[in-house]
């Protein structure tokens, strides 16, 4: 069982920044990934970021604004996202890939909002 506890959402102007941040219950290195998903009504869960061992990978939408970075001494991911726009409102979701069995576990997600 793997747990994981989002912070850092919040409501924010567009051009502004925020930083979400994902505390997992086990070192992030003994993951198979680490991602952050972000989903709105009536929409599908798009994958933000993904932190697999060090490789990365973003979302087409991202396109340079947001970081995914890892913090191992405090099984921390945190997603930086600069330049904030409207169509980023979401409730954003850590995920977590472990074990051999690849299973997935889910945070409680947190919303942000982006509005003038």
């Known amino acids: 069982q793997v747990q994981l506890v989002e912070s850092g959402g919040g409501l924010v102007q567009p051009g502004g920044s925020l930083r979400l941040s994902c505390a997992a219950s086990v070192s992030i290195h003994t993951t198979n990934a680490m991602d952050w998903y972000r989903q709105t009504p009536g929409k599908q869960r798009e994958l933000v970021a993904r932190?697999?061992?060090?490789?990365?990978v973003y979302g087409d939408f991202v396109k340079g604004r947001f970081t995914i970075s890892e913090d191992s001494a405090k099984n921390t991911v945190h997603l930086q996202m600069n330049n904030l726009q409207t169509q980023d409102t979401a409730v954003y979701y850590c995920?977590?890939?472990?074990?051999?069995?690849?299973?997935?576990?889910w945070g409680q997600g947190t919303q942000v909002t982006v509005s003038s």
């Open positions: 995920h977590a890939i472990y074990g051999f069995r690849n299973s997935d576990y």
């Open positions: 932190w697999s061992r060090g490789v990365i």
